[in-house]
């Protein structure tokens, strides 16, 4: 009877134990959530409105940070030293992708924000609180857009669908191109052309202001005019037929326009590659970080 008993008690101890183990199965197996550090801090507080700013770098780990490849933008939501003092810049309270390295580094998915200075009797950032965005473009969710025979048609607007549902504008511009399409833009709408009328509102002031200064006769190097009223273009990068980059030497850009030199003339058959914030290539997730020690 003892023997029959300890087996009862057994057989329901199991049962108990079953849905704890289920637990803990699933627990393991839910995708780790972002996790955030802080890593080089800067403060040059001053009296001065010159030369005063405080940046922190901060490092993202975790699943989603590591299937992501860089950070497109952080929006602070909170952000204070330990006297209480709100750090969020006034003039903007985002923080979007710059110069500053946003990719990985060391393992981490890294970037840089921003802040007012804390007050000069803090010692720590008590926090810093809000959401990033995280960008993983592929052909697939729209993220990377090829544009071949980019340099085939100069002075004409890149027709691409996914492009054109952003409101995104990208046209190769060479010197002579540029001067011919002026010309020709000027002499339509002179006449009340309606084609001449349509592309001068498309592209704004381009074909009718004082652009032409812009433009190079240079054959290493390709302008590119980007009209991007939300920002999305990520990065823009040529390559040649055989999707192999180009060796680039140096670059500038200047409002909507962006030019790139290159070790070598491009070849004709050269491929604009764009990276683009489509909602299916960003995933936001929130973050917070605590405790910063000022230098």
């Not at 393992?107 to 993983?136: D, Q």
Request: with cysteine; hydrophobic share 35%.
């Amino acid at each position: 009877m003892k023997t029959r008993l300890t087996f009862i008690q057994t057989g329901f101890a199991l049962l108990l134990a079953l849905p704890l183990a289920g637990l803990a199965q699933t627990a393991v197996k839910a995708p780790t959530p972002i996790q955030a550090s802080v890593g080089d801090v800067t403060d040059n507080r001053t009296t001065s409105a010159f030369n005063s700013e405080c940046k922190v770098e901060l490092r993202f780990t975790g699943d989603a940070a590591a299937d992501a490849g860089t950070v497109r933008q952080v929006r602070l939501t909170e952000a204070t030293d330990e006297v209480g003092r709100d750090l969020i810049p006034k003039e903007d309270d985002n923080n979007s992708m710059g110069g500053f390295d946003n990719g990985h580094s060391g393992g981490a998915l890294k970037t840089e924000v921003k802040l007012r200075n804390p007050s000069r009797n803090a010692t720590t950032i008590k926090v810093i609180k809000g959401e990033v965005e995280l960008f993983s473009p592929n052909e697939a969710n729209g993220g990377v857009l090829t544009i071949k025979d980019i340099l085939a048609h100069p002075a004409e607007p890149v027709q691409n669908p996914e492009l054109a549902k952003y409101g995104i504008q990208v046209m190769y511009l060479t010197k002579e191109s540029y001067e011919a399409k002026k010309k020709e833009v000027d002499a339509q709408q002179s006449a009340g052309d309606a084609a001449g009328q349509k592309l001068g509102e498309a592209f704004g002031s381009l074909f009718s202001g004082m652009f032409g200064g812009m433009m190079s006769n240079a054959k290493d190097s390709i302008t590119l005019y980007v009209k991007d009223p939300d920002k999305r273009v990520i990065s823009l990068k040529f390559v040649d037929a055989q999707g192999k980059p180009l060796k680039t030497r140096q670059s500038w850009s200047s409002n909507e326009f962006r030019n790139t030199g290159f070790e070598a003339t491009p070849p004709a058959d050269t491929r604009l590659v764009i990276q683009l914030a489509t909602p299916e290539s960003l995933k936001t997730c929130p973050f917070q970080v605590e405790n910063i020690p000022l230098p």
